[in-house]
Structures are given as structure tokens and as C-alpha cells.
């Protein structure tokens, strides 16, 4: 089924993604690993090989993306809850840029808010005043993608409506639209 496409797998942290990298690998599928914490000719040499298409999956924290124009990935999957709604379109925006049909696939674990919650504590503001402001901003941020994640409405429409946009119908084409049919 997915044996020749493209796939570009997002992890909230490194452990998640090296972790799957190597069960992937495990089973012999064309596997990178790209993460923040990779020496810069490791993560330079993953994307060439994702680029040629020799690597068919890649597994990645929100460090893959910037400024890759892969037009051909079939399918992006959000192994852990992204922080915040703009993280999941932004990822999500990867798939399928040459028109052709994709699927962008969130998984959810109840867990994934302990880790998301975590690293907002980390948050540090250049200055000071404003990291309380800035926390809870992510705190907020949170909350619009854990509600998207748990509630039955069209995923298109609470994306679309999030970023201030109109939806006049369902997309019918969503998991929660589908489910509805």
C-alpha cells in the first residue's frame, strides 16, 4: 500500500523519533532520521537522500521542513500531538504540494499533552516581563490543538476557521466527515 511513496513522519522529541527510525529501519523500509540534535552533515545528507527519493520516509522533529519543497510526499503523519495549530498546518502544509491526492494522519496519545506541556515550561522570553505573556499563549496554542484532535467536527473547517478563514461546508473528505457519512 504505501511500499513507493513518499512519507514524512513529524515526532514531538528526538527520543520519539530516533526510536521509531529504528523499528522502521527494523523492517527494512528506506528510513532518514532528521532531528535538531544531528551534526549538520548527518541531517544534510538525509535530506539529499529524501530528495532523491532513496530514503522514502523520513522520521523528523518540527527542526525538517523549513524550506523544503518536496512536491510529491503522499502522506504526513503527526506521530505525537504538535504544540500548537500552526505547527500541525505548517507540517501538514508538506503533503501532497503537486495537487496530487495525500493524507495528513494525527495521532493522538493522552501523553503527548505531559510532553507538550513540558516544553512549554521550558519557554524562555528574551525578556523576562514577557514569559508569563508568552507561556500562556502556548498554553492557549495547546488548547486549539487538543481540541481539534479530540472533538468530531471537520478538521478541515476548525483549520481553516482557526486561522481566521471561512468554511461554508464540510469537507466530507476528513476522518470525522467521513465517519459521519
Do not use: W
Request: aromatic share 10%; glycine share 6%.
Amino acid at each position: 500500500m504505501y511500499q513507493d511513496e513518499i512519507i514524512l513522519i513529524y515526532t514531538l522529541t528526538k527520543k520519539d523519533a530516533e526510536n521509531l527510525y529504528h523499528k522502521l529501519k527494523e523492517l527494512n523500509f528506506k528510513v532518514g532520521l532528521y532531528h535538531g540534535g544531528l551534526e549538520a552533515k548527518s541531517k544534510e545528507e538525509c535530506l539529499n537522500k529524501f530528495l532523491s527519493e532513496e530514503h522514502k520516509i523520513i522520521v523528523a522533529t518540527n527542526a525538517f521542513g523549513m524550506g523544503i519543497n518536496k512536491p510529491n510526499i503522499r502522506h504526513v503523519i503527526n506521530y505525537s500531538l504538535p504544540l500548537s495549530m500552526e505547527d500541525l498546518s505548517q507540517q501538514s502544509g508538506r503533503c501532497s504540494r503537486d495537487g496530487m491526492e495525500g493524507r495528513c494522519i494525527l495521532l493522538f496519545n493522552e501523553e503527548d499533552i505531559k510532553v507538550c506541556e513540558y516544553f512549554i515550561k521550558q519557554t524562555k522570553s528574551f525578556k523576562k516581563e514577557l514569559q508569563k505573556d508568552l507561556i500562556k499563549e502556548k498554553y492557549r496554542q495547546l488548547k486549539s490543538v487538543i481540541e481539534y484532535a479530540t472533538n468530531k467536527k471537520c478538521l478541515h473547517h476548525q483549520l481553516v476557521t482557526y486561522f481566521g478563514g471561512m468554511a461554508k461546508t464540510k469537507c466530507f473528505m476528513c476522518s470525522n466527515c467521513q465517519k459521519k457519512k
